[in-house]
């Protein structure tokens, strides 16, 4: 391991203004295990894609429609 690290160079992370907060939310069972099977069959965590799904409805600017 070297004394001294040189940093002059580094560049800021462009992900840091994207971090994620932990929050604590109900969602039906079966909405859960929708996104588990995704997550079987894409290898993607089923966390991910329950994130990926909400940030591109929030992208898109989704509204909800009841029906």
């Not at 004394?3 to 560049?11: C, H, I, L, M, P």
């Not at 079966?30 to 994130?51: C, D, H, M, R």
């Amino acid at each position: 391991m070297r004394e001294e690290y040189d940093f002059s160079k580094a560049v800021k992370n462009p992900y840091a203004a994207r971090q994620k907060k932990q929050v604590t939310i109900n969602i039906d069972a079966e909405t859960v295990e929708y996104f588990k099977t995704q997550a079987e069959s894409t290898g993607i965590p089923y966390q991910t894609l329950i994130n990926y799904y909400l940030v591109d409805c929030m992208q898109q600017k989704r509204h909800l429609s009841w029906v």
